[in-house]
């Protein structure tokens, strides 16, 4: 038996979707006798003229049914013989694109129907180019209601001319098409009798014994944290999903975007102890030191991730609000979310002709590709290397709806321009000098980059802005980078690393953190007590409201919105 | 090469153990049934060697079997867990029961029991066992399933989820329900029961039992409060249950499966789909996403 399929059906609105998964179902005698009898009751009242209407099994909203349309993606779970099927019956209609790609996120191969008598449409080519940028590597084409036009062998040759052009353009590979009849069932489970030209397989057979375990998966082992266990003091352990590669215990990890390195102290896969894990195993893994490793972090193994905090990437937009450039949404990839800011739009793909358009906004059901800013360093790859470090969604920060999701093509790689502080083996991001404003049209705080430009020791550094006054001794401490930074007389005297720190008495300096908040700090003891309750207590705001003031050098402005006006 | 339930079990507990960490307040509501056992087992694993770290929640309208309740009791002590009780008592107080109310009943003592639950304790994530092979409009709703202050689910506007990219966010009074084992069927659960050993209530197993035969259902006396119509009359049968609630309004059947293995080959021979022994879904078509809408799981 091959595996489980995850496949969806997709191509224009009344190409016959539902209900060539609907005929598949009834076929198959995978229906229960209660569904078939509601079949049955539900097509009288339908407008097949009584005929069973298949597409009732699959359109199950109210909606649905008074529109006699799908709007939204709907899974059917079915078995046959050789091989356990999920299919995700996506919407033909341009207005509920975004359903169909949620389809096609899921799924490992493609039916696209196209109607015989239509042949290839924009809604057609939209779909494939989707499923495309999705990840799909494996398409089937259905041309459907072959019965209309008489079996023609050669409108099918045809129309096979049209996909062939569409899967140059695209540059799809393993590409089956199939002449079928969705209603009357020809080619869909049985061979038909009404197109002996057809050698090919019908659609079950083609869909029961297709391949498409991912060859090329294997090569180096990566896990994004999702959360960290400590039921007691005595155990730490990294739990989250082995995306790809082999873990053993013993193995040397590195986590990033630290790049610290630890050993493999044990793995339990789903609570169970192993000494081995693979790829798609939902993992806890102990490691042999105390590093700072939390959510959103990385474990690997001889993979090629990159820190960065500009990407390049296609995306597909999503929001009926149109996308908004320098405007900040959040982006989720693998575990980790930062703000992200779209900088540029590259180009925008015209779904039809596959022509690369300038353009300055971008709408819902739109592919552009993208210059993406992070306000955080996050690790990611190209989405064709690490699947799982090379997709993303975008949310609207006010919304919270998903407005967009997107694939990496190019990482950028860091420089010292994107860290605030260097030094020769130091550098530090931080966000002290970010303007905090009161965003009138959103009634929200929304925070403006400041001027970094990779200060080093002996600089001047700006402690004056709009909305932040620091004074001129101050010792900057960055948690996440292990390190400090001393300012005296308004310079950086001195970058050090975080174990080589004590509190100064000479100068009494005040510490901040990178936020530019003030850490209620006014001695050596304080601080090492401060230090202790650190690894336990960063994720909880208690720890946070007890140690920090947001308010001691910051405060909040109101301000023209430049985007709006 | 993981198998089929090694990935079902997989996703399940990615998806648990992302809301755990993203989610503000959850809790995984327990329904006592043999898909509630299974979301129960996925949690222990998912955490393992931590406890879960959210409480679970049984909506308790007072006519679940006896069976049911006493088994809740003994697994929440087992396996050490915090397992919350909410009785709609303004409904108990009114006399609502199954009997008399039909699909009122249904309304107050559990989908109303359940927001008020949910409101009362402030939960802002809630997890169902809900699978898309159950229903038509289960089968298009989405993993992380958005919930408005109203706590009503909106199925023409839901949100993209793409690949395992979950959007948790919410605004405050807003919640989330949360479907870890969506893509599994009714096989995938039995299977999984059988591999993993799971402890489910006795009333899936035949057994002879005191039962009536009312419109077409067979419904277990499970206590005196049943009242026999005339010409009604109690024999002791074989039975068992596919999907257990509130035994006036759970369909049992004839049977001889009292194994595990011969409830897996009856499954897979069974020519009526799980919800058809539920009283409350035949109503009419389009019943569930009504409720469903309604703030019903």
Redesign the interface.
């Known amino acids: 038996m091959s595996?489980?399929l995850k496949f969806i059906t997709c191509g224009s609105v009344d190409d016959g979707k539902s209900t060539l998964i609907g005929h598949i179902l009834y076929d198959s005698k995978l229906l229960?006798?209660?569904?078939e009898k509601?079949l049955e009751l539900?097509s009288k009242a339908g407008s097949r003229g009584g005929k069973l209407d298949y597409s009732l099994?699959?359109?199950?909203?109210?909606?649905e049914?008074e529109q006699g349309i799908t709007?939204?993606?709907?899974?059917?779970?079915f078995?046959t013989e050789k091989r356990?099927f999920?299919v995700a019956d996506t919407p033909g209609h341009e207005e509920y694109t975004?359903?169909m790609?949620?389809g096609a996120?899921?799924a490992d191969l493609a039916v696209i129907l196209t109607d015989a008598s239509k042949g290839v449409l924009v809604q057609t080519r939209r779909h494939a180019r989707i499923c495309h940028l999705?990840g799909i590597k494996y398409f089937i084409f259905a041309v459907n209601k072959m019965d209309i036009i008489d079996y023609d062998e050669k409108r099918f040759q045809e129309i096979t001319k049209q996909i062939d052009v569409l899967v140059k353009q695209i540059g799809l590979e393993n590409v089956t098409i199939i002449p079928l009849s969705a209603t009357e069932g020809d080619n869909v489970t049985k061979k038909s009798a009404n197109m002996p030209w057809y050698k090919g397989d019908t659609l079950l057979s083609v869909l029961e014994n297709i391949n498409v375990?991912n060859t090329a998966a294997g090569d180096g082992f990566y896990l994004p944290v999702?959360?960290v266990?400590?039921?007691d003091r005595t155990?730490r352990?990294f739990?989250?999903?082995c995306e790809s590669g082999q873990l053993h215990v013993g193995d040397t990890v590195t986590v990033l975007p630290s790049g610290e390195t630890a050993d493999v102290k044990s793995i339990?896969n789903?609570?169970a102890k192993t000494d081995t894990a693979?790829?798609?195993?939902?993992l806890?893994i102990e490691l042999s030191k105390e590093i700072d490793v939390s959510?959103g972090c990385v474990i690997t193994k001889d993979i090629k991730a990159n820190i960065t905090k500009s990407i390049t990437s296609d995306i597909l937009w999503?929001d009926d609000n149109p996308l908004l450039l320098q405007h900040e949404y959040?982006l989720?990839?693998g575990?980790s979310s930062t703000v992200a800011v779209v900088k540029q739009i590259n180009y925008k793909t015209d779904v039809n002709s596959g022509d690369k358009l300038p353009a300055s906004v971008l709408r819902k059901n739109e592919i552009a590709n993208c210059t993406i800013s992070l306000a955080d360093k996050i690790t990611a790859a190209e989405f064709t290397a690490y699947?799982?470090l090379g997709?993303?969604?975008l949310?609207d920060r006010l919304s919270?709806?998903?407005s967009a999701?997107g694939v990496i093509r190019n990482v950028q790689q860091l420089t010292d321009d994107d860290y605030s502080f260097v030094s020769d083996n130091i550098k530090i991001s931080a966000t002290l000098f970010d303007e905090y404003y009161y965003n009138m049209s959103d009634m929200k705080i929304d925070t403006a980059q400041g001027n970094y430009k990779a200060f080093t020791v002996g600089d001047t550094l700006p402690l004056k802005g709009d909305t932040y006054n620091y004074p001129q001794e101050i010792d900057i401490i960055a948690f996440a980078e292990n390190a400090a930074i001393r300012v005296r007389h308004g310079k950086i005297a001195e970058i050090l690393p975080l174990s080589q720190y004590s509190f100064d008495t000479q100068y009494n300096a005040p510490l901040a953190d990178t936020r530019g908040f003030f850490i209620n700090i006014h001695d050596q003891t304080e601080l090492d007590k401060f230090r202790a309750e650190y690894t336990e207590g960063k994720n909880h705001a208690s720890f946070w409201n007890k140690w920090l003031d947001c308010t001691k050098w910051r405060h909040i402005l109101f301000n023209d919105n430049f985007w709006m006006i | 090469m993981l198998s089929h339930l090694d990935k079902l079990e997989a996703e399940a507990i990615y998806i648990i153990r992302e809301v755990a960490a993203v989610c503000e307040k959850p809790v995984m509501l327990y329904s006592i049934g043999k898909d509630s056992s299974v979301m129960l087992h996925l949690a222990l694993k998912a955490f393992y060697p931590e406890k879960p770290p959210f409480p679970f929640l049984h909506i308790d309208t007072t006519w679940k079997f006896h069976d049911m309740i006493a088994f809740r009791d003994r697994i929440a002590k087992e396996h050490g867990i915090t397992m919350l009780k909410y009785t709609n008592q303004d409904g108990v107080a009114r006399g609502i029961n199954p009997f008399d109310h039909g699909a009122a009943y249904t309304d107050i003592m559990k989908t109303q029991a359940l927001k008020q639950a949910l409101k009362k304790y402030g939960f802002t994530a809630a997890f169902g066992g809900g699978r898309r092979d159950e229903e038509k409009s289960r089968a298009k709703e989405r993993i992380f399933s958005f919930r408005n202050e109203a706590q009503v689910w909106d199925p023409k506007n839901q949100r993209p989820e793409m690949w395992k990219l979950y959007n948790p966010r919410i605004k405050k009074g807003e919640s989330m329900r949360v479907f870890p084992i969506s893509n599994w069927t009714e096989k995938d659960i039995w299977q999984y029961i059988k591999r993993e050993n799971i402890e489910i209530v006795p009333l899936y197993f035949a057994k002879v039992r005191p039962i009536i035969r009312r419109d077409g259902m067979i419904i277990m006396v499970d206590d005196d409060r049943l009242k026999l119509r005339p010409g009604e009359k109690i024999t002791n049968e074989k039975v068992r249950f596919r999907t257990l609630g509130c035994y006036p309004l759970t369909g049992g059947f004839v049977s001889e499966a009292d194994t595990l293995d011969k409830i897996i080959e009856e499954t897979l021979q069974a020519v009526t789909s799980e919800r058809a022994s539920r009283a409350i879904d035949k109503d009419s078509i389009g019943s569930m996403e009504r409720r469903k809408r309604e703030g019903y799981f």
């Open positions: 595996g489980l229960y006798a209660d569904q509601a539900e099994l699959l359109d199950g909203l109210m909606a049914h709007i939204d993606v709907a899974y059917r779970y078995t356990s999920i975004r359903n790609a949620v996120s899921f999705m375990e999702q959360r266990c400590r039921p155990f352990g739990q989250g999903q339990y789903a609570g693979f790829a798609g195993q939902a806890t959510r999503m959040i989720q990839l575990s699947p799982v997709s993303f969604i949310i919270n709806m998903t999701c």
